[in-house]
């Protein structure tokens, strides 16, 4: 990319992070800081970690962060690195910038209020004057956003039911070509209402062993955010840490270790809610590239 293209994206970018870092400030939400190497991470099925020696850097601060709400910590957020294998393409890197912020006594439709509120706060910041121009897209923050549940995107989108999707074991490959291309494109989109087997970190709808109280957040057919209301009952939490590392050993992966005090911590933990929100693809989105690479200091492939 162009020496002074590249220059101008990085100096939005920082304006973006300090645009971060105001608002969540200025809404009495306390920054910090927890440690990226741990002996123990969340057992997640399809998502391989990067190992230290005998310490794993973190896919998300997420264990640690809500070991804090657990601690009396009631609004916090941080911005810090997160590490996965082996993901490499236009929209993702081994090494990714992630925002997370969590909320006592919040919901995942609290944290819907408070995406709208922090995208609307950087395009101000920007002057953007509440309309995001994404290649051939115009995304204007300023009408109603979209809200779409996963079964009701199924039933507009696919090519087959939600039902059908996960007995073929076909969701993500349904999700990623047939439903996400339709999703944000003229204002932003909240995808919600995850079926339960897909949000192992998350409450349950009340009445509902079907849904779960997830979201994920899309501008201009790309996913940036993914947030949910917390389960907060360990001994629910330890069951699906297991599944998850069952699906795993069916995948000739190896196992995780089981993050035993942060579910000690849990039975201590709020009500709360979460959210992860991909800053280099935020910053892609508001730079309009179409490569996460002209958005960061030095690729992988440049070290």
């Known amino acids: 990319m162009d020496q002074k293209k590249h220059y101008q994206n990085l100096k939005t970018r920082s304006l973006v992070t300090q645009a971060i870092r105001d608002f969540f400030t200025d809404n009495l939400y306390l920054e910090i800081e927890t440690p990226v190497l741990s002996p123990c991470i969340i057992p997640e099925a399809h998502i391989d970690p990067v190992t230290a020696e005998d310490l794993y850097l973190q896919a998300s601060p997420e264990l640690c962060m809500k070991r804090m709400l657990s601690k009396g910590f009631d609004k916090i957020f941080q911005i810090c690195k997160c590490f996965r294998r082996d993901e490499r393409g236009s929209k993702h890197l081994p090494e990714l910038t992630m925002l997370e912020w969590y909320a006592k006594d919040n919901t995942y439709l609290d944290l819907m209020d408070q995406c709208e509120g922090l995208i609307k706060f950087i395009a101000a910041r920007l002057r953007l ?19 779409i549940t996963v079964k009701e995107a199924f039933d507009r989108y696919a090519d087959k039911s939600l039902k059908k999707a996960l007995n073929d074991n076909r969701f993500d490959e349904i999700l990623s070509f047939q439903i996400e291309p339709f999703l944000g494109n003229t204002t932003p989109a909240f995808l919600y209402d995850y079926p339960a087997s897909l949000a192992s970190l998350a409450k349950l709808l009340p009445g509902s062993y079907q849904y779960a109280q997830r979201f994920e957040f899309y501008m201009a057919g790309i996913e940036l955010a993914n947030g949910f209301t917390e389960l907060t009952d360990p001994d629910e939490q330890k069951l699906r840490f297991d599944d998850e590392n069952r699906i795993r050993q069916s995948q000739n992966k190896a196992l995780i270790p089981l993050p035993h005090k942060f579910l000690t911590d849990l039975r201590k933990m709020p009500d709360a809610a979460g959210i992860a929100l991909g800053v280099d693809r935020l910053v892609m989105i508001l730079c309009n590239t179409t490569s996460i690479d002209d958005v960061v200091t030095f690729t992988p492939e440049m070290l």
């Open 129 to 147: 004057e509440n309309l995001i121009r994404y290649q051939d897209k115009s995304i204007c923050l300023n009408q109603p956003w979209q809200k």
